[in-house]
């Protein structure tokens, strides 16, 4: 299996009491896959990923990524997950350092997995997100959001991963741009066959976006299908109501 979740849970403690953010989710990818993550404000989808990228500790369950248990990675061992699982976050501006240009962030990230990456490489992958040099070598602050964000989407391209998890990479952007990003990280995964956990607050863009979709609430997996499957015939009361929440 390239990617599963299992049984996957994760407790807070708020006002004295315990309550799971990830309640017993489970699920899988296949490689090159995009599946969209969508559910309301407080359903999980960020402690999921922070869960994944090792940010946060599971309680119980496990995350298998090439039939290897990555629940818990030794912290000396990140280094190589994240050369294969790359994470692309809300806000761009806050993922880049507010002193180094755009470009230095990026080749230290080069430099940092030791990938070979020639210039002629990493022009073309500055064509792929409709960057041009004269862009890159601006800082955080110069560019616009959605220049930001291709930026960021750019840095972890060229770090070659297999599984890019986008956690609300659209929503601090302005709507109009918001389905060149989405449209571009499908072409990309598509082109370079790189799975993706997309989460998106939007099932519009989940739709569009995603060969499938995770309906989640209160930390579980209420269902789960392609767009088609969750659109035209939703099994759940609840991906009924978050479908009726749309019209
Ligand atoms: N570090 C933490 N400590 C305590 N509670 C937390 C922590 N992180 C998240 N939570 C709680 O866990 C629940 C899930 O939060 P999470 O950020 O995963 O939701 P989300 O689906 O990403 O929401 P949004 O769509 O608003 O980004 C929320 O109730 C949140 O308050
Ligand atoms: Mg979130």
Redesign the pocket.
Known sequence: MFFEVQDLTKT?I?NGHRFA?VDHLSFSLSPGEILAVA?E???????LCRLICQFARADSGHIFFHDQDTTHVPEKERKNLYHHIQMVFQHPYRSFHPRFTLEKSILAGIHNYHIPCTPEMLRHHMEEVHLTRDLIRRYPHEVSGGECQRAALLRSLVIGPELLICD?VTSALDATIRNDIAGLIRRICQHHHIACLFIT?DLYLARTMADRILIMHHGRAVEEGTAEQIFLHPQQPYTKELLSSLL
């Open positions: 807070y708020h953010a559910g404000s407080g359903s999980g989808k960020s402690t609300e607050h």
